[in-house]
């Protein structure tokens, strides 16, 4: 008899002390998992009072970090266009230059042009560089709103294309006297404008992907847009290759970097010809006449490409703004207190001592012990 009621009251007060100390310890690694974290819970639910607020949040910080990504990525594009379009208004600008010097010089009919030509044809190899510049999602920037195509997909020079072969022929007709200089002009005019592909049917002198041997509008209208922020804002993300806002004519294609590689061309096609052959003089006039706009034009693109950048750059701070405040709401709401973590762990610690020292004293009763 004395045994069971002292088994019976031993066992009764070690189930109340091992579930108080199953429960503290609990509590304990609750406060160690917080502790570590930062946060009051592993889980939405364990937030208590603070879950929809949280959740709310949690959704506005994903809206934003999406924002922040695609400004990020309309960013990186832009800045590569810039920077080729920079590239191209350089050689549009030498091109002038290299002009201008060829003109000087119209009177010295002992001097050839194999100078100005070999500086052209050096010049096509930027042109191509540039326009196949790659952003850091492995996209072509100036292929327009199918990243995947390259816009020069020749694996050669482009003085080597059946376009560059196609001018060479026309200036040669020129030096021959079959044709003026006007009528050189406008030929390479139109197979600088020519759109069917050179194993194509009928064969023809694009050196550009089938995407973006278009029209100058056409070309224009197929940018890459990219929508932003819960308005639905849309951004271009940088130039096409092919593209031109001006109507197409017999001396221009209305595609200023189009007219920049027929200028480099023709230059590059004179060779080891005077300026004193037939039509060279005249054929140099007009394509410094249309390199001068041509700069002004590519100078127009990218400044309108920097006040994009300006702009988005401008937006890309107000969302890190917004996203450092919805942070410091989300914080606040569900960030743990490390101060009153560490007193409560403090008496959780105390209290499983003075339990674990009870049970052990438990141990040590008998019924002798009450008789």
């Known amino acids: 008899m004395s045994l069971s009621i002292n ?11 091992s579930q108080s100390i199953k429960q503290n310890e609990e509590s304990q690694a609750s406060i160690s998992w917080q502790l570590g974290s930062g946060t009051i819970s592993s889980t939405i639910e364990g937030l208590g009072d603070n879950r929809q607020f949280a959740l709310h949040l949690s959704m506005q910080m994903a809206e934003n970090k999406a924002y922040r990504e695609n400004v990020s990525s309309i960013l990186n594009r832009l800045n590569l266009s810039s920077g080729g379009l920079k590239q191209l208004s350089q050689v549009a600008h030498e091109m002038y230059k290299t002009a201008t ?8 009919g002992d001097s050839d042009l194999s100078g100005s030509s070999s500086t052209a044809k050096s010049d096509l190899d930027s042109i191509k560089q ?33 376009l560059a072969h196609k001018i060479n022929d026309i200036v040669s007709d020129m030096l021959a006297g079959h044709i003026s200089a006007s009528d050189a002009f406008k030929q390479a ?8 592909q050179p194993n194509g049917t009928p064969p023809g002198y694009s050196i550009f992907d089938p995407t973006l041997s278009v029209s100058p509008a056409e070309a224009y209208q ?13 951004w271009t993300a940088g130039a096409v290759a092919t593209e031109g806002q001006s109507t197409p004519s017999d001396t221009s294609t209305g595609s200023p970097i189009r ?19 037939p039509g060279v003089l005249d054929l140099v006039k007009q394509i410094q006449q249309s390199t001068s ?5 590519l100078i127009n693109m990218e400044s309108a490409t920097g006040s994009d950048q300006t702009a988005l750059k401008n937006q890309q701070g107000a969302l890190k703004s917004i996203n450092t405040m919805l942070a410091s709401y989300m914080s606040e709401n569900i960030s743990s207190n490390p101060a009153a973590l560490a007193l409560k762990s403090d008496n959780l610690r105390a209290q499983l001592q ?3 020292t009870l049970i052990s004293k438990m141990k040590e009763f008998s019924l002798a012990n009450y008789i």
């Open 7 to 17: 088994q019976f009251g031993a066992n009764s007060v070690n189930y109340i002390l």
């Open 101 to 108: 010097e060829m003109l000087a010089v119209e009177n010295q």
């Open 130 to 162: 540039a326009l196949n510049t790659v952003d850091n999602t492995g996209g072509y920037v100036f292929s327009g709103g199918d990243a995947r195509q390259i816009p020069i997909p020749t694996k050669g020079p482009l003085s080597d294309t059946p």
């Open 189 to 196: 005019t139109a197979a600088a404008s020519d759109n069917n």
């Open 222 to 234: 197929s940018r890459k847009n990219v929508t932003i922020g819960d308005r639905g804002e849309t």
């Open 259 to 277: 007219d920049l590689i027929r200028n480099t061309m023709l230059i590059s096609a004179l060779g080891q010809h005077k300026m004193t052959d």
């Open 293 to 297: 706009q041509n700069s002004d034009e």
């Open 354 to 356: 003075v339990s674990f």
